[in-house]
């Protein structure tokens, strides 16, 4: 295992406010850096699959040839929802060159993904798309792994029983925390684990943050459990509130 001085193996939680966070002051400021990049990325990546989301009906109207939702008015638009959701824009502040190019990596990937899914978006005479967000999610991260996999990893997982694609199965580290931390009913809802380890046979800081179940994330994932769902998946049967899966960020040293 690699070791980081006093940081080694040392865990840091982190509790999530909106998208500010409150770190204990003994952290380092170079941990303290990557926490901030890692609910940047994360955030980011939520606020694409809101527009995806937001878009569904659209999306999914059988009598619309073009949707007009093409890769700059997405971009823009996933740009304006993490705006609103954590009252600043993404590349505000004092920003390392390493930032600045992952975030500038991931919102490429996203128009890279909207372009691809063009001609299904616009397809008439079909409805449901199947472009929903844990696919655009899916998506979106492969391509920003294709970028800049050499310095960072996003991808979103869940605990075990929850997971329908098969390559979204948690890692070691990933389902220890699933299991053995976020499943603690006395930590704070919400709270991001972090830690300093390795991945892959190198030094990374990683991140991974809780998401629970909405109400609409519901009608694919809710009750009742079993019955087959839009997407052909059967139901979890979750609750608004449960624990439905995690964003883990690896950001390499």
């Known amino acids: 295992m690699f070791a980081l001085s006093t940081l080694a193996r040392r865990s840091i939680g982190v509790a999530l406010v909106g998208c500010a966070f409150l770190a204990p002051a003994a ?6 850096e990557d926490v901030a990049m890692g609910i940047r990325l994360a955030e980011l990546l939520r606020a694409g699959r809101s527009v995806v989301s937001n878009y569904q009906t659209l999306i999914n109207d059988p009598a619309l040839g073009d949707k007009h939702l093409d890769s700059e008015r997405f971009a823009s638009e996933a740009i304006a929802v993490y705006s609103k959701n954590t009252g600043q824009d993404p590349f505000s502040g004092e920003l390392t060159k390493r930032d600045r190019r992952l975030l500038e990596a991931q919102i490429g ?6 372009d691809e899914q063009q001609d299904d978006i616009n397809r008439a005479g079909i409805g449901f798309k199947g472009f929903v967000p844990a696919v655009f999610a899916r998506l979106l991260n492969e391509k920003f792994a294709a970028k800049v996999g050499n310095e960072a990893l996003v991808r979103v997982t869940a605990p075990e029983q929850l997971v329908r694609n098969r390559k979204s199965l948690p890692d070691a580290w990933e389902a220890s925390i699933i299991v053995s931390v976020f499943s603690d009913p006395k930590r704070a809802k919400g709270e991001a684990y972090t830690d300093v380890t390795e991945v892959e046979g190198r030094p990374a800081f990683r991140m991974l943050l809780p998401e629970y179940y909405t109400e609409s994330c519901l009608s694919c994932h809710g009750e009742p459990k079993g019955e087959i769902d839009i997407t052909g998946y059967p139901k979890e049967g979750g609750k608004a509130g449960d624990l439905g899966g995690a964003i883990s960020i690896v950001l390499f040293k």
């Open 27 to 32: 952290i380092g400021a170079g941990v303290t």
């Open 109 to 114: 990937a996203m128009r890279e993904v909207v």
